[in-house]
Protein backbone atom coordinates (compact mmCIF):
# COMPACT_ATOMS: atom_id res chain seq x y z
CA UNK A 1 0.00 0.00 0.00
CA UNK A 2 1.52 3.51 -1.06
CA UNK A 3 1.85 6.26 1.37
CA UNK A 4 1.10 9.28 0.36
CA UNK A 5 0.86 11.15 3.40
CA UNK A 6 3.97 13.53 1.94
CA UNK A 7 2.09 14.37 -1.08
CA UNK A 8 -1.15 15.40 0.87
CA UNK A 9 0.86 17.73 3.26
CA UNK A 10 3.02 19.07 0.76
CA UNK A 11 -0.10 19.61 -1.34
CA UNK A 12 -2.03 21.30 1.46
CA UNK A 13 1.24 23.42 2.40
CA UNK A 14 1.77 24.89 -1.34
CA UNK A 15 -2.05 25.62 -1.02
CA UNK A 16 -1.50 27.63 2.33
CA UNK A 17 1.93 29.50 0.90
CA UNK A 18 -0.30 30.35 -2.24
CA UNK A 19 -3.13 31.36 0.14
CA UNK A 20 -0.94 33.47 2.34
CA UNK A 21 0.54 35.41 -0.57
CA UNK A 22 -2.33 36.03 -2.46
CA UNK A 23 -3.84 37.72 0.79
CA UNK A 24 -0.46 40.13 1.58
CA UNK A 25 -0.76 40.84 -2.56
CA UNK A 26 -4.25 42.05 -1.69
CA UNK A 27 -3.41 43.66 1.63
CA UNK A 28 -0.99 45.92 0.22
CA UNK A 29 -3.11 46.93 -2.70
CA UNK A 30 -5.68 47.78 -0.03
CA UNK A 31 -3.60 49.67 2.24
CA UNK A 32 -6.52 49.74 4.66
CA UNK A 33 -4.30 51.74 7.93
CA UNK A 34 -1.82 53.77 5.17
CA UNK A 35 1.13 52.62 6.54
CA UNK A 36 2.28 53.46 3.20
CA UNK A 37 2.12 55.91 0.15
CA UNK A 38 2.87 53.97 -2.69
CA UNK A 39 3.26 55.58 -6.39
CA UNK A 40 1.17 54.88 -9.23
CA UNK A 41 3.94 52.90 -10.39
CA UNK A 42 3.94 50.41 -7.75
CA UNK A 43 0.81 50.22 -7.19
CA UNK A 44 0.33 48.96 -11.26
CA UNK A 45 2.68 46.54 -10.31
CA UNK A 46 1.08 45.24 -7.28
CA UNK A 47 -2.04 44.69 -9.37
CA UNK A 48 -0.23 43.43 -12.41
CA UNK A 49 0.98 40.88 -9.54
CA UNK A 50 -1.98 40.34 -8.12
CA UNK A 51 -3.46 39.08 -11.58
CA UNK A 52 -0.91 37.01 -12.41
CA UNK A 53 -0.22 35.35 -9.46
CA UNK A 54 -4.31 34.93 -8.94
CA UNK A 55 -4.27 33.45 -12.44
CA UNK A 56 -1.42 31.11 -11.44
CA UNK A 57 -3.56 30.02 -8.60
CA UNK A 58 -6.53 29.28 -10.47
CA UNK A 59 -5.42 27.27 -12.97
CA UNK A 60 -2.16 26.33 -12.54
CA UNK A 61 -2.61 24.75 -8.89
CA UNK A 62 -5.32 22.69 -9.46
CA UNK A 63 -6.76 20.57 -6.83
CA UNK A 64 -6.71 16.76 -7.23
CA UNK A 65 -9.21 14.51 -5.56
CA UNK A 66 -8.06 11.09 -4.21
CA UNK A 67 -10.98 9.90 -2.20
CA UNK A 68 -14.52 10.06 -1.71
CA UNK A 69 -13.44 11.57 1.59
CA UNK A 70 -11.37 14.37 0.42
CA UNK A 71 -14.32 15.18 -2.59
CA UNK A 72 -16.24 15.92 0.42
CA UNK A 73 -14.08 18.10 2.53
CA UNK A 74 -13.57 19.86 -1.20
CA UNK A 75 -16.94 20.29 -1.83
CA UNK A 76 -17.84 21.31 1.63
CA UNK A 77 -15.16 24.47 1.71
CA UNK A 78 -16.37 25.11 -1.95
CA UNK A 79 -19.93 25.18 -0.20
CA UNK A 80 -18.92 27.35 2.86
CA UNK A 81 -16.78 29.56 0.78
CA UNK A 82 -19.60 30.80 -1.61
CA UNK A 83 -21.54 31.04 1.13
CA UNK A 84 -19.66 33.48 3.03
CA UNK A 85 -18.54 35.18 -0.15
CA UNK A 86 -22.47 36.25 -0.83
CA UNK A 87 -22.86 37.22 2.77
CA UNK A 88 -20.13 39.41 2.36
CA UNK A 89 -21.11 41.29 -0.94
CA UNK A 90 -24.76 40.99 0.40
CA UNK A 91 -23.75 43.13 3.44
CA UNK A 92 -21.63 45.62 1.83
CA UNK A 93 -24.66 46.17 -0.55
CA UNK A 94 -27.24 46.86 2.75
CA UNK A 95 -24.48 48.95 4.38
CA UNK A 96 -23.68 51.12 1.05
CA UNK A 97 -27.50 50.96 0.10
CA UNK A 98 -28.47 52.92 3.43
CA UNK A 99 -25.82 56.44 2.25
CA UNK A 100 -27.29 55.84 -1.51
CA UNK A 101 -24.10 54.84 -2.83
CA UNK A 102 -24.24 50.99 -3.67
CA UNK A 103 -21.09 50.31 -5.73
CA UNK A 104 -21.61 48.16 -8.92
CA UNK A 105 -19.01 45.73 -8.60
CA UNK A 106 -20.36 44.55 -5.24
CA UNK A 107 -23.41 43.46 -6.83
CA UNK A 108 -21.80 42.40 -10.15
CA UNK A 109 -19.85 40.04 -7.90
CA UNK A 110 -22.69 38.21 -6.45
CA UNK A 111 -24.94 38.35 -9.88
CA UNK A 112 -21.92 36.03 -11.01
CA UNK A 113 -21.36 34.05 -8.44
CA UNK A 114 -25.24 33.30 -8.11
CA UNK A 115 -24.86 32.58 -11.78
CA UNK A 116 -21.63 30.44 -11.60
CA UNK A 117 -23.33 28.39 -9.16
CA UNK A 118 -26.90 27.48 -11.01
CA UNK A 119 -25.04 27.19 -14.32
CA UNK A 120 -22.26 24.44 -12.25
CA UNK A 121 -25.15 23.13 -10.65
CA UNK A 122 -26.86 22.40 -14.20
CA UNK A 123 -24.02 20.81 -15.95
CA UNK A 124 -23.11 18.80 -12.94
CA UNK A 125 -26.67 17.82 -13.07
CA UNK A 126 -27.03 16.77 -16.69
CA UNK A 127 -23.39 15.40 -16.94
CA UNK A 128 -23.04 13.47 -13.86
Same mark, same amino acid.
Given at each position: ????? /??? &??????????????????? /?????????????? /?????????????????????????????? &?? !??????? %???????????????? %?? &?? %???????????????????? !????????
Amino acid at each position: MKNNQ /LSL &SSRSSAQTIVSVILIALLL /LIWNPWSFWMPTMM /LVSVLIALLIAFSLFASFILQEKVADEREG &SH !RMLAGRA %AFLTGSAVLMIGIFVQ %AF &SH %AVDIWLVVALVVMIITKIGS !RIYSDRNF
